[in-house]
C-alpha cells in the first residue's frame, strides 16, 4: 500500500510513494515509484517516476536542498 501525501494547491491531488520490487521483470532492481495524480487516485497516477533504491539518498539530498 502506497504512503499518500495530499498534493498541496489541489482539491483532490495525491503524491504516492511506495517500493516496487523488481518493476521490469524478473532480476531487476527495486525502486521507488513516485507518483502524482490530479484527481486523487494514488492506484492510476497521471505521472510518476521510478528511482532505483541506489540512487535514494542522493536525490533526498537533492531535494532538501531545494527546500
Avoid: C, F, Q, R
Wanted: charged share 30%; proline share 6%.
Amino acid at each position: 500500500m502506497p504512503k499518500t501525501i495530499l498534493l498541496k494547491g489541489t482539491k483532490k491531488g495525491v503524491i504516492s510513494v511506495i517500493k516496487i520490487d523488481e518493476p521490469y521483470g524478473k532480476g531487476s532492481h527495486s525502486v521507488a515509484s513516485i507518483g502524482v495524480s490530479l484527481v486523487g487516485d494514488e492506484n492510476e497516477p497521471e505521472w510518476k517516476v521510478h528511482i532505483p533504491l541506489e540512487n535514494l539518498d542522493e536525490v533526498i539530498e537533492a531535494l532538501k536542498e531545494l527546500k
